[in-house]
């Protein structure tokens, strides 16, 4: 299957520079190079990232409106769209889009998969479990970032685990000559750094890199620490490190676009997060060959090789976290080795890898089911396989059991309920 003028749409429920969106982005201009057509559908109401970001790519951005939960007028006019551009395959990303983007494809009559990227939040009430369940059966393929979300997603949507793909994240960095971190936050040669990248939310556990850095503060005078991202916690982080006494040397860079430039400044990335899928900027220190200490959520312990090509410590832990630091600071052999196995390691996670894995899905998705696939059989990507009549009478029996309203257990019609 050629890619050339394939019409391919990609729907997202949200507009702003986190790790789903960042794939997307990264994935329509991917396959625009490549020769097929690419439209992404994307909130009108948000900032504007993805257009900003796909400007000059070729990419289009269809912009959407969704003012409340349950929209039939949104389902229809997503089915007009996916019409109106010719659309031959939709991928859509996160819960909303997936049930919206399942319903409106078979209405279109156009080939269907999603991707779900991190966080369980849509298990926390069955009623969502089951709109996820119900997209499931509409769509020709469901896809995890990781091989726990792959697990967590059969378990909670009555799926067979052959029935869910397993795509991990890619990512491309681009090599810097010289980076102008160090000079922007006026350290001297003798002076280390310790990089985070991520948005300042609790569940990214910057705080318990900051407590980790008030442990570190007497041993290593030299040391500095810098995240890279935006949110609430700034003026709390702030006032934090002022109280550890390291204000001076606690620097955060807001949202930030130089990635490559901010990595190649650092002596070592830290990746703190409390939960997490497959995070971009974990690749992105690999490929910069950066030494890691991450904490062991989601998929990082395997895109380290269980702790062989980086640093693992338990989430919410900053003694922990110090000590790990601590390892890669005051042993430089050590940190080469981390920065060379990272390197190689992150051959495995580039972006051309994942756009191939993709482009492999699609092409089983819009052709006869009878002619195999090479690139989707590994212990990472997975065939993926039809929906059974007994998964239906187990999520029939677990919501029947529950009490609650919602969605009728059934064979998926083609049809518009209320669903969330």
């Known amino acids: 299957m050629t890619l050339r003028g394939l019409r391919l749409a990609h729907l997202i429920e949200s507009d702003g520079p986190g790790g789903a969106e960042r794939m997307v982005a990264s994935l329509a201009a991917e396959l625009q190079a490549a020769g097929a057509e690419n439209f992404v559908i ?48 939709a991928h859509s990303h996160e819960f909303t889009m997936a049930v919206y983007g399942a319903w409106a494809a078979r209405r ?24 996820m369940r119900v997209a499931a059966a509409l769509s020709g393929s469901v896809v995890a970032v990781s091989q726990s979300l792959a697990r967590h ?58 407590e980790a850095f ?19 916690l700034d003026a709390p982080l702030r006032s934090r490190a002022r109280a550890l006494g390291v204000g001076d040397r606690f620097h955060l860079l807001g949202l930030r676009s130089d990635v490559g430039n901010l990595l190649a400044s650092a002596d070592v990335f830290v990746l703190p997060s409390l939960s997490e899928g ?30 062989r090509d980086g640093i693992l410590v338990p989430p919410g832990d900053a003694a922990a976290l110090a000590h790990a630091l601590a390892d890669v600071l005051s042993d430089p052999t050590e940190a080469r080795r981390l920065s060379s196995a990272a390197a190689l390691r992150a051959e495995d996670y580039t972006l051309a890898k994942m756009t191939d894995r993709y482009v492999a899905l699609y092409q089983t998705l819009l052709s006869p089911r009878d002619r195999p696939n090479p690139l989707l059989e590994s212990s990472e990507v997975a065939r ?8 239906r009478a187990q999520l029939g029996r677990e919501h029947a059991a529950s009490g609650e309203p919602g969605v009728p257990i059934q064979a998926p019609r083609a049809e518009f309920r209320e669903i969330a």
């Open 42 to 89: 994307a909130p009108a109401n948000g900032e504007g990232w993805l257009a900003h970001e796909l400007s000059g790519t070729g990419v289009q951005v269809e912009p959407f409106r969704l003012d409340r939960p349950m929209s039939p007028s949104f389902a229809r006019w997503l089915t007009e769209t996916l019409r109106r551009h010719r659309v031959a395959l």
């Open 108 to 131: 279109a009559g156009v080939a269907h998969l999603f991707t779900m990227h991190g966080s369980r939040y849509y298990a926390e009430r069955l009623q969502r479990r089951v709109a």
């Open 153 to 210: 997603l059969s378990r909670d949507l009555w799926l067979r685990a052959s029935r869910i793909v397993t795509i991990p994240n890619g990512a491309s960095l681009a090599p810097v000559a010289h980076s102008t971190l160090r000079a922007e936050l006026r350290l001297g040669a003798d002076d280390r750094l310790a990089l985070a990248v991520g948005n300042l939310y609790p569940v990214k556990g910057h705080s318990y890199l900051l």
């Open 214 to 232: 008030g442990l570190l503060a007497r041993r290593f005078p030299r040391l500095h620490v810098a995240i890279a991202g935006r949110g609430d």
């Open 278 to 307: 497959l995070p971009l900027a974990l690749i992105e220190a690999m490929l910069a060959a950066r030494p890691i200490v991450a904490t062991a959520v989601g998929e990082i312990s395997t895109v380290l090789s269980g702790g």
């Open 384 to 391: 993926p396989e039809p929906a059974v009549g007994g998964e």
